[in-house]
């Protein structure tokens, strides 16, 4: 006969007895999952406090964008006008060049008499 079957019963207990080691050690205790779960729970609670962060300079810095805005739309306002102005006192400028011009000719001066 084999040795197989000469030490079966043998060959059966070893064999459970191995699965049960094995099987015993590849579960993980409360404890160890309890202190995974709170390390990962610290780091994702890090996580958030600095999205929180990065949330608040980003609220500020469109706050801060939309006021650069308005005041850029106060300044174009302002410079259409200023523009506008301009164009104004030049057109008068310009009807009373001609003005100016006829004032500043010199007189033509009187003719004598020859002779």
């Given at each position: 006969m084999s040795w197989l079957k000469n030490h079966a019963a043998t060959a059966r207990v070893a064999a459970v007895i191995i699965l049960g080691g094995l099987s015993a050690t590849a579960c993980a205790t409360n404890q160890y999952v309890d202190e995974k779960f709170a390390a990962v729970n610290s780091r994702i609670d890090q996580?958030?406090?600095?999205?929180?962060?990065?949330?608040?300079?980003?609220?500020?810095?469109?706050?801060?964008?939309?006021?650069?805005?308005?005041?850029?739309?106060?300044?174009?306002?302002?410079?259409?006008?200023?523009?506008?102005?301009?164009?104004?006192?030049?057109?008068?400028?310009?009807?009373?060049?001609?003005?100016?011009?006829?004032l500043e000719k010199p007189a033509t001066p009187a003719r004598r008499p020859r002779g």
């Open positions: 996580v958030d406090a600095r999205l929180m962060t990065a949330t608040q300079r980003a609220e500020a810095g469109n706050t801060s964008a939309a006021s650069a805005s308005s005041q850029a739309a106060a300044a174009n306002s302002a410079a259409q006008a200023a523009a506008t102005e301009a164009r104004t006192a030049n057109q008068r400028l310009d009807t009373l060049t001609p003005r100016i011009d006829a």
